[in-house]
């Protein structure tokens, strides 16, 4: 079992301080963190998830409207093609850093933006119809699930945009430090994981909300 | 401490990034995506069948994301990213899935008033 | 969307008025009196000697993850004090108020006891959640702050900024649950909150508000600090310290970290729902209009259950450390140690229902969770036999470390009985929410307090290189003992009497006797706080008899033996490289144990930085703003926040750089303190001096003759 | 009074070597958990008596050869080898695996899948099994309000007691719970365990009990200030005396219908224990109510009744209310 006891020790060849102990990977180590970060999050929407499911049973929408009533899945559709093509975007920006193109980066970004500013305006516009037809959070145990699923993730995708305007900002003024790289990377994980929810509260919440 | 003195933009997670992955990711997703909103709004299966796909192309595009736009594998550099991944899915499925089995046991017993759970005695 | 709330609202101070401050309370008051004499009394004397610049340089803006971890047991004593006194009023008024009759005092306006029954609901409400996430936590988090990143020789934790905000967010909800007893009032539903009742219909006030940002805050804290741990394990050990080689502390906190990480945000979200419910009008937990109230019980305990053994397991791999350094032997059974670990951190994720078996949700999921809850006593039989084992064949030594870490074995003992009992929901129908449940967790909890004082005097002379006074740890671990069996085991026959938990009117004459008895023991208790802080000042007065070397026991096994005690700020002056799974101990035994690095390389460290406590400051104005409903000042204090986040990571931190040259001065500066304060000492020093020489016998036909080669000197 | 008080707890001191003997066959035993007076109640003590025999078995050795170890291998007595490399032996790691592996496969077969359906609260096996051909089962529809317990017996023109259960011996009771204010337990520790009773949810419950006698009923959950006080005495009577008692409260002319109900529901606090009766309760109210909860109905706590106990205890030492 173990390896304390039983072996020999030769003197001469044993090893008990490091000389060439460089110290870590600065970027490695963000980046494990911010996954780490990242599961954590995905945990937070699994919880929702649960949630969503106990309260979309059709009592739990009350008397008020069910998804089946108010959602548009095509409308929802284009949302996600928006938040894809910023993904992709920004996947695209990521790959112009390999060759350090701060150009590349900056475009890249800036088209990631666009389109996550799109998304969060076919968002808000979503909820402002929504309001102007009575389907609020006030109205059932369902409809509150339902506008928490979503609109936390929204607010991810808000607090991504406010992210993106920042590293801009600092690719600008501090070009890629150490630093910088490490934050894109994560920004890139940040981004792409609202991708993959996406995915579960499209089909999950709208589409099956909207064939029930 | 000492931080590596090498150029940040040849670290290996800066260097793995690639337009082909991310693009195929991309179409991947795009088109499952689409193929459920058609299904759906066409309203061509019955709704069981009909969720089972579309649960299908949920999980598979997540798959595809995972894999070709966070890279998800055994390299080296993602081994730990991976392992935090795999022991964080079940945790996903348990708080989902037996949060939903426990309450479809309990409103089948507490809330009677329910169309189709059993009457009042 | 905003819902109104009842009684009077002001744009500028919200639903904050004077009358809100119960200064006619004839137990609050005073006690404010108190606690702004001896704060003012604290101010005054800091600023007479000085020492703001001092404590605000060294202590407040330091991202030194051992002082981090000592500010953190220091907040964990304050609040498990704190958490103590609850319990003290908690155990008088029902000693008063029980059986029929008014035995109690009118004076106070309580129609039993002494107090009413909301101002009860809010001392255990606070009580509970105190000790479990204000007192528990940070105890165990400032423990496994200060030694995992030593034990798996890194400089420090990965993200030592990271570490920091950790550390004044939670001080930040410390702070907010402090000012809820003298600026409005707590939640009085419990520490874990009941559906609907805290509800806004329920509970207008804002006591729940109180209790939803003090949570929120602490799960942000212990989230941030989970990352942290999980990255430094993973990125940050020392060359050699492979994962078999790992301390089992450090693995248990790695477990307890994955836990935390994965747990919280159940939590978080479970409070953020109960918060859109009362300030939204949104309808989670609700009765009516599609709500479903037990859906908060299944999110609170989706994360409460995992949490119990996110504070269980550091405890058990502080056991795992003192056990074998007492009985002068490798832990038994160190895989299946590890294994156990982890069986029971992956199995705390599906037992969250026999929380609420009573539910009536039928007998097949009562059933699944039932056997699950059962399988978490296989992992932890095995841990106590492995303890046992340990102690087999071994040379015990019964210092008071080892005394509370024993102790702890057998309060896990009747727990675990205890336990197996509750978790078959035949028998949980008749014990749930009596107080044997509440007797069991506190076993359990227990445990982890014993594991705590335990690991407090064994670590303590690493940290600050002198011993506590042996003999009043002992005193006090006697006397704590006999508080926990006066109070806890008429707790368990009142359990088996009926009696339900949170009565704060016990109404049946017949249980007297027994709170009687429970008075005594909180006497008793209240004796071995004294004593503790007797053992504080007297170790202190006399540090200068109980200095010790880089290994204080003479019989220590893993990796933090091996640096200076106290630990100096870089922690190694040059990273050691493992060898073996208990490195100090194979350093002791192959002769090892005296060298020290003969050259010295250039170390990069990071600033200190005043960011933390200014964004701890900020998410307690954010708490207290959002508890009062002063929406002015909570947007300010939330973009003021984000503006310095963003300040800060466009300022980065650079850190400073230690020449080799320094480093050589330090480390001999380091070394040089520690042999002189041992001078007067017997050589290897301390409470188990001869140990040392035994070993040194024993294992002297090993020893290598001649100068240990590389870069490394023997040094006498 | 104060003085009073304690010198009857000075008394009860001297019991105390009395009572750890945990003389079980007291007629009247305050050890409720451990002196089962109903069907249920005695399957979960027999339950919990399989469990506590086979897990104390382990965690008695256990116990004793950790004090044993202490003894023997103490430092600097000699009475025990030393061996400080012994820290793995292939046996005792399978034993030590082995032995909870099997005490909890076999708790898991005897107690917890058996147990769990056999005290069932849905249709608990123990009593549905069994059920006594000798007089029907008695059916009681159980509200609870902030904080008082509402009794309401169908089969007896539909009476209703509140704060106080009376229910015939040999016979089934079965029970339909739910809750118009916050969740609580109904429990009656001599008789049945806990079940919670939920505002817009019914839960079901049993019980059958063959001792005569009074036993004191618990809210076992809290639910704000009043639940120490939310209060019934359990009364098991025959048949006989149980009819004579029904026909008693049938012909009592308080009735209750919704609008009465709707007063009965408004926060109270029972500090005098009252049982008041009602002779007839209006047809279909538990089923209404239940449907009246979910959709959105309160019977809201004032704030001084949360935030300011002093004035609610002056406004209940007034009895404003009957």
């Known amino acids: 079992m173990s390896s304390s006891h039983d072996k020999p020790v030769d003197p001469n060849q044993v090893v008990l301080w490091s000389d060439d102990y460089e110290g870590h990977d600065v970027i490695s180590t963000r980046t494990f963190g911010f996954w780490m970060y990242i599961l954590s999050d995905g945990m937070l929407f699994a919880t929702l998830f649960a949630a969503y499911g106990v309260l979309s049973y059709s009592h739990s929408y009350y008397t008020g409207p069910t998804p089946a009533q108010f959602v548009a899945p095509w409308y929802t559709f284009i949302q996600t093609m928006a938040l894809f093509l910023s993904v992709l975007a920004y996947g695209f920006s990521m790959a112009s850093l390999k060759t350090g193109s701060k150009a590349g980066v900056i475009n890249g970004i800036i088209a990631s933006m666009v389109l996550g500013i799109v998304f969060v305006g076919l968002d808000i516009h979503d909820v402002l119809r929504m309001i102007s037809i009575g389907v609020t959070p006030e109205v059932s145990g369902g409809l509150s699930a339902f506008y928490a699923l979503t609109q936390v993730h929204a607010a991810h995708i808000f607090v991504g945009l406010i992210w993106m305007l920042v590293m801009l900002y600092q690719i600008l003024r501090k070009g890629f430090t150490e630093d910088v790289v490490g934050r894109l990377i994560s920004l890139r994980m940040f981004w792409q994981f609202q991708a993959v929810m996406w995915v579960f509260i499209y089909v999950f919440v709208y589409l099956w909300g909207y064939m029930s | ?121 | 969307m905003l819902v109104n709330v009842p009684g009077p609202w002001s744009p500028l101070l919200g639903r904050l008025a004077l009358s809100e401050i119960p200064y006619t309370n004839p137990i609050l008051a005073p006690l404010f009196v108190v606690i702004v004499l001896a704060g003012i009394a604290l101010v005054a004397a800091i600023t007479y000697y000085g020492k703001w610049g001092y404590l605000w340089k060294e202590w407040f803006t330091t991202v030194d993850h051992k002082k981090l971890g000592v500010m953190y047991i220091i907040l964990g004593l304050v609040m498990l004090f704190r958490g103590f006194i609850d319990g003290l009023m908690m155990r008088t008024q029902q000693m008063l108020a029980v059986g029929p009759g008014d035995n109690g005092m009118k004076a106070m306006g309580a129609i039993h006891g002494y107090l009413t029954p909301f101002h009860f609901g809010q001392v255990y409400s606070a009580h509970g959640l105190i000790m479990i996430l204000l007192a528990a936590t940070p105890l165990l988090v400032g423990i496994m702050n200060i030694i995992v990143p030593l034990q798996i020789g890194a400089r420090d934790m990965a993200y030592p900024y990271l570490n920091a905000l950790g550390l004044w967010i939670t001080a930040a909800a410390v702070f907010l649950i402090m000012i809820s007893l003298f600026v409005g009032d707590f939640s009085h539903n419990g520490w874990f909150g009941y559906a609907p009742i805290f509800e806004l219909a329920y509970s207008p006030g804002v006591g729940v508000d109180y209790w939803i940002w003090t949570l929120e805050l602490v799960a942000l804290g212990t989230t941030l600090g989970s990352i942290n741990f999980l990255a430094t394990v993973v990125k940050m050990r020392a060359p050699g310290m492979t994962w078999s080689r790992l301390p089992i502390f450090t693995w248990s906190a790695v477990s307890a970290n994955i836990i935390a990480l994965t747990s919280f945000p159940c939590l978080q979200v479970a409070l953020a729902l109960v918060g859109a419910d009362r300030y939204l009008g949104t309808h989670f937990f609700t009765a009516g209009f599609g709500g479903n109230l037990m859906l908060y019980t299944n999110l609170f305990w989706l994360w409460g259950h995992p949490e119990v053994y996110f504070v269980i397991l550091p405890a058990f791999g502080m056991i795992s450390e003192i056990i074998p350094a007492f009985s002068e032997k490798p832990i038994f059974g160190y895989t299946a140690m590890v294994l156990a670990t982890f069986a029971i951190a992956g199995v705390s994720w599906i037992v969250w229902l026999h929380h609420f078996f009573t539910m009536g949700m039928g007998p097949y999921v009562s059933t699944e969770f039932s056997i699950a809850t059962m399988l978490v006593g296989i992992p932890t039989g095995v841990k106590v036999f492995n303890w046992a084992a340990t102690m087999y064949k071994g040379r015990l030594t019964f210092s008071a470390a080892m005394l509370w870490a024993i102790g702890a074995l057998f309060l896990l003992l009747i727990g675990g009985l205890t336990g197996m009992m509750l978790s078959i929901p035949a028998v949980n129908y008749m014990v749930h929410n009596s107080v044997f449940v509440v007797a069991h967790f506190h076993m359990m909890l227990l445990c982890i307090v014993y594991a705590v004082f335990g690991a407090v005097i064994f670590w303590f002379p690493k940290v600050f290189g002198f011993k506590l006074h042996e003999a009043w740890g002992k005193i006090m671990f006697w006397l704590f003992s006999a508080g926990t069996f006066l109070v806890f085991f008429p707790m368990f026959m009142l359990g088996f009497m009926g009696e339900t938990r949170r009565l704060d009117w016990p109404f049946d004459p017949h249980w007297a006797v027994w709170f009687d008895v429970q008075e005594i023991g909180i006497a008793v208790y209240v004796l071995s706080v004294l004593a503790f802080l007797w053992m504080i000042y007297v170790s202190i007065r006399d540090r200068a008899h109980h200095r010790v070397g880089a290994d204080a026991w003479g019989t220590s096994r893993s990796l933090e033996w091996l640096t200076d005690s106290p630990v100096p700020f870089y922690n190694y002056a040059m990273v050691p490289h493992i060898n073996a799974r208990d490195e100090a101990a194979w350093r002791r035994e192959h002769g090892f144990s005296e060298s020290r690095p003969d050259h010295f390389a250039a170390i990069h460290m990071p600033n200190n930085t005043g960011v933390a406590v200014y964004i701890g400051a900020l998410t307690f104005v954010i708490g207290f703003g959002l508890t009062w409903r002063i929406w002015w000042l909570t947007v300010a204090a939330l973009i003021l926040t984000v503006l310095i986040m963003i300040y800060r990571s466009g300022k980065g931190d650079p850190g400073y750089v230690i020449s080799a040259e320094e480093m050589e001065k330090l480390d001999r500066q380091s070394r040089q303190n520690m042999s002189d304060g041992q001078q007067h000492l017997p050589k290897g020093g301390g409470y188990t001096g001869g140990t040392v020489t035994a070993y040194s016998a024993a294992a002297s036909d090993q020893r290598p003759q001649g100068t240990p080669p590389g870069n490394s000197r023997p040094l006498s | 009074m104060l003085n009073k008080a304690k010198q009857s707890h000075l008394r009860y001191l001297a019991i105390i070597p009395l009572l750890l003997l945990l003389n079980g066959c007291a007629k009247h035993s305050i050890w409720w958990i451990f002196n089962p007076k109903g069907v249920g109640a005695k399957a979960s003590y027999d339950y919990m008596m399989i469990d506590v025999a086979v897990m104390l078995a382990i965690v008695g050795v256990t116990a004793i050869l950790i004090v044993w170890f202490m003894w023997k291998y103490q430092k600097g007595k000699n009475r025990g080898t030393y061996d400080g490399k012994w820290e793995h032996s292939r046996k005792l790691e399978v034993a030590f695996w082995g032995i909870p592996i099997v005490a909890v496969a076999f708790l898991s077969w005897a107690v917890a899948i058996h147990g769990s359906f056999a005290v069932n609260p849905y249709n608990p096996t123990i009593i549905t099994k069994h059920m006594k051909p000798k007089g029907d089962p008695i059916q009681v529809d159980v509200i609870a309000t902030d904080w008082q317990w509402l009794f309401i017996y169908p089969q007896f023109h539909n009476m209703a007691v509140a704060n106080e259960l009376v229910v015939p011996a040999h016979t089934p009771v079965f029970f339909k719970l739910t809750s118009t204010a916050v969740t609580t337990d109904f429990f009656v520790p001599q008789l049945l365990g806990m079940i919670d009773v939920m505002p817009g949810m019914r839960t079901k419950d049993a019980l059958e009990s063959n001792n005569l006698g009074t036993y004191q009923g618990i809210a076992a959950d809290y639910c704000g200030a009043g639940t120490s006080w939310m209060l019934f005495k359990t009364k098991v009577v025959s048949m006989a005396d149980f009819k004579q008692w029904a026909d008693g409260v049938e012909n009592s002319p308080n009735t209750m219908n919704y609008a009465a109900f709707n007063r009965f529901a408004e926060p109270y606090i029972n500090v005098k224990d009252k049982t008041p009766v009602y002779g007839h309760v209006e047809h279909g109210l538990f089923n209404h109510l239940l449907l009246e909860v979910m959709d959105g109905k309160k019977w809201p706590l004032p704030m001084f009744m949360t935030e300011n106990m002093f004035h609610c205890l002056k406004l209940q030492a007034s009895e404003h209310r009957a």
Do not use: K
């Not at chain 2, 000492?2 to 991947?28: C, D, K, W």
């Not at chain 2, 392992?83 to 809330?111: H, K």
């Open chain 2, 1 to 121: 401490m000492s931080h590596g003195h090498s150029n940040p933009i040849e670290h290996p997670e800066v260097q793995m990034a690639s337009r082909g992955s991310y693009l195929t990711g991309f179409i991947i997703a795009s088109l499952l995506m689409l193929a459920a909103t058609i299904l759906v709004s066409g309203q061509v299966l019955a709704p069981f069948p009909l969720l089972l796909t579309i649960m299908g192309c949920a999980g598979l595009a997540a798959i595809a994301q995972i894999y070709f736009l966070l890279h998800i594998d055994i390299s080296e550099h993602n081994i730990w990213n991976t392992v935090a991944l795999v022991m964080f899915i079940p945790l996903f499925v348990i708080t989902i899935g037996l949060t939903w089995w426990m309450f479809s046991q309990l409103y089948l017993r507490t809330m009677p008033m329910i169309p189709g759970m059993p009457g009042m005695h």
